[in-house]
Structures are given as C-alpha cells and as structure tokens.
C-alpha cells in the first residue's frame, strides 16, 4: 500500500543526472523557465546557449539532480564560467550576458578602474 502523499516520479528510473534550466525574463512578458529539450539541460550545453545568445535575459542557472535528492543555484559558477571561457578568446561577454555575469561575479573579479594622473 502506497503511503499518505504519495506522487509518482516524473523522472524515470536510473537517471542519475545533473540538470541545468537558465531563468529567462520576457521584460512585460514576464519571467520563466524555457522549454529545453532534455538531452540540452547539461552544463556545457547550457553554457553554450548562453554565449551565443539562446537567451536573451538570463536571471539565474539552476542545477538539480533528483537521484541524489539536490538543488542549487549554481549562477556565479557559471558566470565565472561564461567570463573564463571570453577571456580565454580575448572577446567581451555578449551584451545578452553581461547584466549576467556582472550580478553574479564575485566581487573581487570585478575590473576597478585605474585612473591616470
């Protein structure tokens, strides 16, 4: 007999995966989590999406994996990510991204400016 409660997993069996949903503001529209197709939801896929402007707002990344019963907002990692990967390429963060990175960057990586005497 089932318990009190009880709801049946949407999540089928033996996945033991790690998924990623980007928050997305639709300005008057209003804020949501796009559809993404499941095989999309991994990190490197996401992060991807986000450089070449699959989103055109982004709010924050959230991880969950269900088999290990976790959830996390894991957007300063990947803006430290998206930042990383543009420095690396000697480009700036797109203009979709930046507003991103900028909120989600620890403090200490921000550039201060230097002034010339």
């Given at each position: 007999?089932?318990?009190?409660?009880?709801?049946?997993?949407?999540?089928?069996?033996?996945?033991?995966?790690?998924v990623y949903l980007v928050a997305d503001n639709f300005g008057r529209l209003g804020?949501?989590?796009?559809?993404?197709d499941y095989e999309a939801t991994d990190l490197?896929?996401?992060?991807q999406d986000l450089l070449?402007?699959?989103?055109?707002?982004?709010?924050?990344?959230?991880?969950?994996?269900?088999?290990?019963?976790?959830?996390e907002d894991v957007s300063e990692d990947v803006a430290r990510e998206l930042r990383r990967r543009c420095d690396l390429q000697m480009r700036e963060l797109p203009a979709a991204i930046a507003s991103f990175a900028e909120r989600h960057e620890e403090p200490d990586r921000r550039q201060l400016t230097l002034r010339l005497v």
């Open positions: 007999m089932r318990k009190p409660g009880w709801t049946p997993s949407i999540v089928p069996s033996g996945d033991n995966e790690t804020r949501a989590w796009p559809e993404a490197e896929t996401v992060i070449t402007g699959q989103y055109g707002n982004p709010i924050r990344v959230i991880a969950f994996n269900t088999a290990e019963r976790w959830s």
